[in-house]
Every structure is written in structure tokens, then in C-alpha cells.
């Protein structure tokens, strides 16, 4: 009888910190303890305990005090403290690999990416080289006193929920077992698909406080989020929470078919979104590459100058890839009822007239178009997302389950 009371009681305290630091993180301002009480309907007595706890663990500080009004004593807010809880991110991607850490603060701690063409590499290589560059890391977060609870690490393939790695055409992947890659096992690292991962670094207050949160979306936001790069990634986000499906392969919004006898996809199929919106057929269709060589990553500024000069074949490949990702995203809304849509890779530096170019595509085609206001933004707000978002995913383990981290 007491082991069970001793459980029940841990996860009582687990979920009420969980509530209070998910509140905190979807603030756009400090709040003080009346206010969380407030919010989350936890009792002043028991808020006063949890944010001791907080308070003596360094999650949370004292910020200057507030005068709310003329009368009473001024609030004092407690606002997220820097400096020592920490989530990792690493990613492995066709242009090459690299890890973020990041406070629960939402500092960037430190950051590298390595270039590199990843698309003859063997897994084996690239996950030693990986690990010989989070090593170090790991060694000078010890000593500034950082606590890492949690890695995460972000491929551009499916990925089953026992670390298993179903393929990755991009990179030449398939039928991998991630936890015999040193760096998965002694990170214990979360793996999952990078659009999912870009998704999740647009949600506010997902894992890390963005106190100047600038996605123009709510944390409860329900939105599709289009990834681009080689190829086309998507993920679906409901309420805020990506959509991951019965074995965590859902929205995969590439090799959804625009055109049933259109060219054959890498994945077996034939017109493909990714055959026309991805990176690499787009410098194929515009004439800049051929073969290979299509998919290097530098070839994506002269993409950018051909079409900022209106070069008529580069123009018309852009223009034929925003009707196919048109027809595909309006499906997608026509299945799922979303009415946000979020582009991100090298899609987002086509600047605010391709998101417009895109919803102007997309409103006459759906079904509920004198009913729905469609918004398409641009994922400009985090450098590499589905690198930001594996290191939220990292700290989603403290934010989930903090009494296994804290002294209490």
C-alpha cells in the first residue's frame, strides 16, 4: 500500500510541474505565482511548493517585482533561468551534420554544422564523425555545470519508434538499427524525422521559452508544415502536437502523387511532389546541374539570382513546382481541416512573394474556401529548424517528466 501511494504521488508532482513549466514556456511574459495559480488551477499552497522546488533547482528565477496596481503589494514573476538545464540536437542531412545545444532559457549554448556533400556517405562514417564532434561537447557542458537531460536527433527518412530507421532515399539509406551507432546509445537519443522536428521548432513554447516569438502562431496551433530541401518532408500539426500516425510515418507530403503520369519518384511511384518542388529537380528543370551533381547544396543561390532575374526556364520550373505543391496542400487541408501552412527550407528564402504566390494557388481549390482564411507563412525565425526542434525534443524530457531530474 505505501509503494503505491509513494507512485501515485510522484506522478501527482510530476504532472503539476509538468503543467507549471509548459505554462511558463507558452508565456509570452514572466508570470508570477498567483498568476500560474491562476492559469494552471493549482492552489496558491501548491503552487508555492512547486515553484520552491523550481526555485531551488535553478529551472526558475526571481525577476524584478511588478506593480500590477495601485493598491497591494507588487508580484513578483519568476521567469526561466539560464545556465544550466540543457537539450541537445544533432541531424544528419544531404548537405552535411551538426548539433545545437539549447537552454530552457532558449539560449543558444553552442552550435556547429559541418558541410559536406552526405550523399555517398556511409552511415558508419557519418555517425563516427557525428560522435567525434559531440564528445567534446559533452565534456565542456560538464564543466560549465550544464545538466543535458535529453538528445535529440533528426534524419530525413522514416523512422520507426525502436530507433529503427525504415530508409532514407535522399541519403542512399535503408534497414537501419540507429542503436548500434555509439553517439544514439550513449546519448540514449530520441530519433526522428527532421519535418517533424522542423514542425516542432515552430510551436511556441514547445520545450525552450521564445520570449520574442515572431512564427505568428500560438502554442495550440494547428498547421501543416512543408520542409524542403533535396527532397519534400511535411508534417502535420493539431493543436500543438505533430501528428505522427499509428507508426510515426505521417506526413510524408512528398510522395504524395500530383501527377499520376508524371516522372518516376526514387520511392517507386510516379509524380511525386518531390520529382517537381524538391531542390535537386528544380536545378535539374531550371538547367543549372544535371545528374549528381543537381543535388549540391550550392547550386541554390544561383536558383535564387535565375529567378529574382526572371530567367524564363528557372520561372517556369518555380511555377510549375507551386502548382504541384498547391494540389497537394489543399488535399491535405481538404483531409485534415488546417488553415495554416508553414513553408520551410530552402523554400522560405524565396521571400513573402512565393508564400503569396502559394495561397493565391491554394484558396480557389478548396472546398471550404468562402469558409476558411488560409494563411501560408514563412519558417525564417530559426536557422536549420529540424536541428532547433531535435534539441527541443531533448528537453521535452525534463518539461515532461521533471521530478526524475530534480532534488526534491
Known sequence: MPRSRSINQDDLRNHNLSVVLKTLLQSRTPLSRAQLAKQTGLTKATMSLLSEILLGNDVVEQLAPLQESTNGRPSTPLGFHAGRWAGMGMQVNTDGYGYTVLDIAGRVVMTQWVDRDMTQSTPDDVFEALDDLVRPVEVRLKRRRYRLVGTGLALPGLIADDRHLIMAPNLGWANLELERF???????????????????????????HRAADETGLEPDDSFLYISTDIGVGGAIVRSGGVMR?????????????????????????????????????????????????????????????????????????????????????????????????????FWSGFEEDLASKLRIRIVPQLLARYAMDVRVLDCKTVERPALYGAACLGMRRFIDRPVGYLDI
Not at 182 to 197: G, Y
Not at 255 to 269: A, E, L
Not at 291 to 300: E, F, N, P, Y
Open 182 to 208: 555509439a553517439v544514439v546509445r550513449r546519448l540514449d537519443a530520441d530519433v526522428d524525422n527532421e519535418a517533424n522536428l522542423a514542425a516542432i521548432a515552430q510551436i511556441p513554447g514547445y520545450a525552450v
Open 245 to 345: 500516425g499509428d507508426h510515426g510515418f505521417g506526413g510524408e507530403l512528398g510522395h504524395m502523387s500530383v501527377d499520376m503520369n508524371g516522372p518516376k519518384c526514387r520511392c517507386g511511384r510516379r509524380g511525386c511532389l518531390e520529382m517537381y518542388a524538391g531542390r535537386r529537380e528544380l536545378v535539374r528543370a531550371a538547367g543549372i546541374a544535371d545528374g549528381a551533381d543537381a543535388a549540391a547544396a550550392s547550386h541554390i543561390d544561383e536558383l535564387y539570382r535565375r529567378w529574382k532575374g526572371g530567367d524564363v526556364r528557372t520561372v517556369m520550373a518555380i511555377e510549375q513546382a507551386l502548382d504541384a505543391m498547391a494540389s497537394a496542400a489543399v488535399s491535405v487541408i481538404n483531409m485534415v481541416d488546417v488553415s495554416t501552412i508553414v513553408l520551410g527550407g
